[in-house]
């Protein structure tokens, strides 16, 4: 499949640098950190949530757990995980899983964990579950300039 058309739009039409890394078919992102050689901290895990106003994705360090009732204080609201169906429905050039973190191109809002502001390199997915966008840690803060910044996980 490599790069879903909607990640390659819009990184393209916002002048941010990235590659592209191929890599072994993973079932997960820690495996992918494995394959690709890329350290886990790194890597920015997607998970989508929503409530009765929208959803709402939350971008987390891969090694990290989502602290749903910590993000739903600070938001006011009583988000949930959304199941996998819908999932595929929101971001449907992806592979089921494999969805990435820029959810502005999708029309979803999104929240990112503050330990991934930090970082000189971040990774996510593509689209699928074989390549990887690369960025540096400038290029993924411009992209994620508009994004509020929270505490929203802890390391697993």
Do not use: W
């Amino acid at each position: 499949m490599a790069v879903a058309t909607t990640i390659q739009d819009y990184l393209d039409s916002h002048r941010l640098a990235y590659q592209i890394i191929q890599h072994p078919h993973t079932k997960t992102l820690k495996q992918a950190a494995e394959v690709a050689h890329i350290p886990p901290d790194q890597m920015a895990k997607p998970v989508l949530l929503g409530d009765d106003i929208n959803y709402l994705l939350a971008i987390i360090p891969a090694t990290h757990r989502l602290d749903l009732d910590r993000l739903n204080q600070i938001m006011a609201r009583s988000l949930e995980v959304i199941e996998d169906d819908e999932v595929a429905l929101t971001f449907s050039d992806c592979e089921q899983g494999a969805i990435p973190v820029v959810g502005e191109a999708y029309g979803v809002d999104a929240v990112l964990d503050a330990g991934l502001s930090h970082q000189q390199e971040v990774f996510f997915e593509a689209g699928d579950h074989q390549h990887l966008v690369r960025m540096s840690g400038d290029d993924f803060r411009l992209l994620m300039e508009h994004v509020p910044r929270v505490h929203v996980s802890h390391h697993i």
